[in-house]
């Protein structure tokens, strides 16, 4: 009988410097990026710089003690944030940069979206500082081929998932790019001869729909009534749009492409003439409302400076009688803020452009909060069904609609034409609401009074 005992064969044995590697690619590949690869499924802005800095960084600071690269890791996720609140946005990174010095001003703790956000990010950071107590410390040249393959690879995987929505995100004006407004397009300042009033209104978050009957169908629907088109010539279009809303105000009331920042520091006549300071100049009244708060984005500083010679905020219109509404930006209701436009052009001595800009369909859009958002289905079943976050920005433009229609057919309402336009399509950041929307267009609609024309 053969007693031979069989030795059993050698397992392979993992490399140190192998376990290291991965220790490193846990951290720097995978923590560094996973909130932001969920995020996949739904959709998200194109991250190659991110995915590609945090890989770069964690190389650098592989052989460094772990407080460094701790505080490494934390400047890598805090980049990495800015830059997807800023595609998601479509603001420039410095314009973003800039906006944080007004954040105490906004409540996103109204927002269930940025709760659960700011759990995530800072479970990561924790869970960071606990996997960086391993050796992240690799050397073989093999191994950081392979980390390179690694960054490189998920770069291309996040350009590959994105591939069906670039032009959706980050959309700054090129050089060079040629400027269209609704204010030009529709002939708006053109009738400015004294004759009646101008009113202008940008509405927060109103995009054009894309292929979405249901959006469509209800966009501007009211404006189609019989009472509106007994008083007005109504047109509509779309004009091009880039970066956030205060880069629409600029289109719209400086006719041109830019931001407010650089009318802050500076009193060239050619910077600042701008509509309402062109108006002005002609005899109207200039009046200005937003319903939130005039220290955000320093627009008590710089509506005077392009010519508003009288400004309403939040404040000024809750004590007129507007209610609260809230959100992350909570301020005065814009279904109220119609019956005071047409207050002021009631009393008005002399003509008068009254601009307002909305507030209350700013992304994410709450239910309760005194919206009028909950029941979206009366607004559109459709919507409420399949897309229930434009569900609820119907339901808030169809208040602000039926409250303005209100006011400009009654008959003891001034002859005025009003223009209304979106300052940027809706920033949703699941592809599945995004995707509903032109990417690069917003809607206008002009009611023209009819009656007197313009003098020759």
């Not at 990495?80 to 946005?89: A, N, Y």
């Not at 279904?335 to 003509?351: F, G, H, I, T, Y």
């Not at 209350?360 to 399949?386: F, G, I, M, W, Y």
Request: proline residues 6%; glycine residues 8%; hydrophobic residues 45%.
């Amino acid at each position: 009988m053969d007693m031979t005992l069989e030795v059993p064969a050698k397992q392979p044995r993992i490399s140190p410097d192998f376990t290291r590697f991965m220790n490193w690619a846990l951290v720097w590949i995978i923590l560094a990026n996973i909130p932001f690869m969920a995020m996949w499924m739904v959709g998200a802005p194109p991250r190659a710089i991110p995915i590609a800095l945090a890989g770069l960084v964690g190389l650098i600071v592989k052989r460094m003690p772990r407080t460094v690269q701790w505080l490494a890791f934390a400047g890598v996720m805090i980049y990495s944030l800015l830059s997807f609140v800023s595609g998601l946005f479509s603001l420039t990174l410095d314009s973003l940069l800039y906006s944080l010095q007004f954040f105490s001003e906004i409540k996103p703790g109204n927002s269930i979206e940025y709760i659960a956000a700011a759990f995530v990010v800072v479970g990561i950071l924790i869970g960071s500082w606990f996997l960086l107590k391993r050796d992240t410390n690799f050397a073989k040249p093999l191994h950081i081929l392979l980390g390179g393959a690694l960054i490189f690879g998920l770069v291309g995987a996040d350009a590959a998932v994105g591939e069906g929505m670039r032009g959706h995100y980050f959309r700054p004006a090129p050089v060079g790019a040629k400027f269209e407004s609704a204010v030009s397009k529709s002939g708006f300042a053109a009738r400015a001869d004294g004759q009646r009033h101008l009113v202008l209104i940008i509405v927060e978050s109103l995009g054009v729909p894309k292929n979405n009957k249901a959006m469509s169908d209800k966009l501007f629907a009211q404006y189609k009534s019989s009472a509106v088109t007994a008083r007005y010539d109504v047109s509509q279009g779309t004009s091009l749009y880039y970066n956030s809303t205060t880069s629409g105000e600029m289109r719209e009331l400086c006719g041109r492409w830019g931001d407010y920042y650089e009318l802050l520091n500076t009193d060239d006549p050619k910077t600042l003439d701008c509509l309402p300071a062109q108006l002005a100049k002609k005899g109207y009244a200039t009046q200005a409302m937003h319903s939130f708060k005039g220290p955000f984005f320093k627009r008590e500083d710089w509506y005077p400076k392009i010519g508003f010679q009288e400004r309403e905020f939040a404040m000024d219109l809750e004590k007129r009688g507007a209610e609260w509404c809230g959100g992350v930006f909570a301020g005065a209701c814009d279904r109220q803020v119609p019956k005071m436009l047409s207050e002021n052009l009631k009393r008005a001595k002399q003509p008068t452009f009254q601009y307002w800009l909305t507030l209350n369909t700013h992304l994410p859009v709450p239910t309760q909060q005194n919206l009028h958002s909950e029941n979206c289905e009366k607004v559109s079943v459709e919507l409420a069904r399949d897309y229930p976050m434009i569900c609820r920005q119907f339901a808030i433009f169809d208040d602000i609609d039926k409250a303005l229609i209100k006011e400009i057919t009654a008959s003891d309402f001034p002859e005025a034409d009003i223009l209304l336009v979106g300052d940027h399509m809706p920033p949703f950041f699941d592809r599945h609401h995004r995707s509903q929307f032109d990417p690069e267009r917003v809607p206008w609609l002009y009611l023209k009074a009819k009656g007197s024309q313009p003098k020759g």
